[in-house]
């Protein structure tokens, strides 16, 4: 499976034409995701894909107090409100440690939510798990609080220097739950991962443009040196891969 990661109503539309199996909705890609706002989470609803929307308020850690907490709890109202398939969360202890007291919060709200709407929100938890001390140990915490897949790099910048690590949790998840490798997923660096057993792959498809330092809209600060946006080219040729793996 193929889930791509998107930002924008043409990511959205360039992961549906490039064969995606499901979308990540966020915002601010540049800064590893964040919860997008209510038009884009409605417009991602009528896709026909699953998505699940990152739960995310701001940049920075994961250390998340009463008030964010409670932010990310609307959110996981929001994605069962607009029809979504899933969420995407995750916090972090002062340690580093996954806050399970939040994350069993999060998870019984959004419960509740799947109960009352008839149908359940598929629960990943997000790179907060790759700055844990001990992954294997945090997986098994994962398992416990009933998370359906852990997006995760293996504790490395980007999932092909993690392969290692990656290999370790599919093997301990042992069909408990799904390890979904994301970060700089690539065709080329999909084999390879893939060859690890897992099954499930997160990428954004980005293709990438300088913009000149006299654009006027780079000079206000409107848009960063490097812009980019989903590929649909870029998510065929991945999603062949993958679909041809499995």
Not at 61 to 80: S, W
Not at 120 to 140: C, G, I, K
Not at 229 to 243: E, F, G, M, S
């Amino acid at each position: 499976m193929l889930e791509v990661c998107v930002e924008t109503i043409a990511g959205l539309e360039a992961a549906v034409r490039g064969g995606a199996d499901r979308i990540e909705m966020c915002a601010a890609l540049s800064v590893g995701g964040l919860t997008p706002p209510g038009s884009l989470i409605r417009a991602a609803a009528a896709v026909p894909l699953p998505v699940h929307l990152l739960a995310r308020p701001r940049a920075g850690g994961f250390i998340h107090d009463a008030a964010e907490q409670a932010l990310i709890a609307d959110d996981i109202r929001a994605a069962a409100e607009a029809g979504l398939a899933g969420v995407v969360i995750g916090a972090s202890a002062a340690d580093r440690q996954l806050d399970t007291a939040a994350l069993a919060r999060w998870i019984e709200h959004a419960r509740t939510l799947g109960q009352q709407r008839g149908a359940p929100l598929s629960l990943t938890l997000h790179r907060a798990f790759d700055l844990v001390p001990d992954p294997l140990a945090a997986l098994e915490q994962a398992v416990a609080l009933g998370f359906d897949r852990i997006l995760t790099s293996g504790g490395q910048p980007r999932a092909i220097d993690g392969v290692a690590t990656l290999a370790a949790l599919h093997r301990q998840a042992a069909g408990r739950i799904i390890i979904l490798a994301g970060s700089g997923v690539t065709v080329e660096t999909a084999p390879a991962l893939l060859a690890t057993g897992i099954a499930e792959l997160h990428a954004s498809c980005r293709a990438t443009r300088e913009i000149a330092p006299d654009v006027p809209e780079r000079r206000f600060g409107f848009i960063a040196a490097q812009d980019g946006d989903t590929d649909a080219d870029r998510v065929a040729a991945l999603a062949q891969l993958v679909h041809f793996a499995a």
